[in-house]
């Protein structure tokens, strides 16, 4: 029988862990029996000496098997998912999912709440009045194999991957959150365990991304492609740039608003572009071949099926929604080129407007957010708006201002007038890539 000793050793000393000590020492953290403090010198020791494929892959195994496995195969139509690494302005889930049921796949999408400067899928859909997040899997099933909806964005139960949520929560105040066999293997057990058939990453890289270089951004996308496959989900990655906000709105309501902008033929580029590129990976990934979800999207299907969702889950599709009591525009000092719109700094200021959570639990302002005037590249005249702040409690604005101090750059001369521009979709990590 091993114990949380030996196994931190082996780790430490830069051996290999063995099934029985991935299985033993997953099993008895879940139950309490390793404590804290032994699991955060294990995650300390993976951060600093890695894991080999067959050790993500179980520990992978070991946190699926400490909860429930949710399973769709019963469903007349394929599913398929999108798990996004997290990214200032991704509203994404928003006009994909309907999109993708539009076009023939059931999509169960399992999402979390924000923490920190990236907002969480639920708290966006939480600002249509009614709209619920807490189905039970009855629930999910029902809506899911409805030929009208097909779609349901829900919050994961807490019976998936358990060992995951303590050991997420512990690598949070331990300092060991950026391990990529940590990551991939933590982002991999709720997305299996969720029960999907196919899967698609987007992986974010960039000043507003967890992975700010390409070359991990890579690594991680390739371990997280390889575990999905492994486990008998069709899994594919799309690397995106993450330097510069998606679209033009950070916030809840109004990335909502934003979202329901593309559903109906319109919407920020980059936004339609994300959207379009996401959902032609989800719907190779379940064959349904011949379906073009642009196509689809200008027949105005997405946006029927993103009513019947929002119905689905109580929610009323034409009500409303919220608008700030408050707002405040930052303006340009100078004339010239927008050269920079740092995708952080307008994370951080959305969130010190009330639509983030500092910790969690706490509740979030559906309102509140940053609407963004310009984007890189657009010329600016001195004392152009270039966003404006929405919040319910005004004494908030300072501090976003000051997040925002250095986040947009004006070029003035001819060499910094010129934006460096990247394209949005960077990479694409196959099946065969693994
Ligand atoms: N998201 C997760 O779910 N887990 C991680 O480790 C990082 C991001």
Redesign the pocket.
Known sequence: MPDAVSVIASKRDGHELTSAQIDWVIDAYTRGEVADEQMAALAMAVYFRGMTRPEVSRWTHAMIASGTRLDFTHLPRPTVDKHS??GVGDKITLPLTPLVAACGAAVPQLSGRGLGHTGGTLDKLESIPGWRADLDNAEIDRILADPAVGAVVCAAGSGLAPA?KKL?AL?DVTGT?ESIP??AS??MS?KIAEGTGALVLDVKVGSGA?MTDVDDARALARTMVALGTDAGVRTTALLTAMDEPLGCTAGNALEVREALDVLAGAGPPDVVELTLALAREMVAAVGLDGVDPADVLASGAAMDRWRAMIAAQGGDPDAPLPAAAHTDTVRSAGAGIVHRVDARAVGIAAWRLGAGRAVQGEQVQASAGVELHVRRGDRVAAGAPLATLHTDTPERFEAARAALADAFAVGRTEEDARPVTRPLVLERIGEAAG
């Open positions: 690494t997290g995951d997420y690598r959150v940590l990551i933590s982002i709720k967890f």
